[in-house]
């Protein structure tokens, strides 16, 4: 079993920065292939980023492109997303989640570990 807890975020101006991190428990986190995701209300939960377990490049949403970076470290057994040049249309409540040895896409439903989720808010 794997749990995951997310921390950071908060309320941000335009234009500015947050990163928000997420902590996972349990064994064999390198085979764990993660995302974030993030939703609004009313709105079905939409893909931001991922990232195999076995390594290669991050995929992102379009719109964050060149604006978001997600990372992980292995030994912290965490994750983090960057969020930089942040827009009001990024406000939303973030989840990060795992699931071991898929391909790391952009569906919900490939994944089945998911954190409890932390608000972002983008002030204009």
């Known amino acids: 079993q794997v749990q995951l807890v997310e921390s950071g975020g908060g309320v941000v101006q335009a234009g500015g920065s947050v990163r928000v991190s997420c902590a996972a428990s349990?064994?064999?986190?390198?085979?764990?292939?993660l995302a974030w995701f993030r939703q609004t209300p009313g709105k079905e939960r939409e893909f931001v980023a991922s990232k195999r377990w076995s390594g290669g490049a991050v995929w992102y949403e379009d719109s964050v492109k060149g604006r978001f970076t997600l990372s992980r470290d292995n030994a912290k057994k965490t994750m983090y997303l960057q969020m930089n040049n942040l827009k009001p249309e990024d406000t939303a409540v973030y989840y990060c989640?795992?699931?071991?040895?898929?391909?790391?896409?952009?569906?919900?439903?490939?994944?089945?570990?998911w954190g409890q989720g932390i608000q972002v808010t983008v002030s204009s």
């Open positions: 989640a795992a699931s071991r040895y898929t391909p790391g896409g952009n569906l919900p439903n490939e994944y089945n570990f």
């Open positions: 349990g064994d064999a986190y390198n085979t764990l292939s």
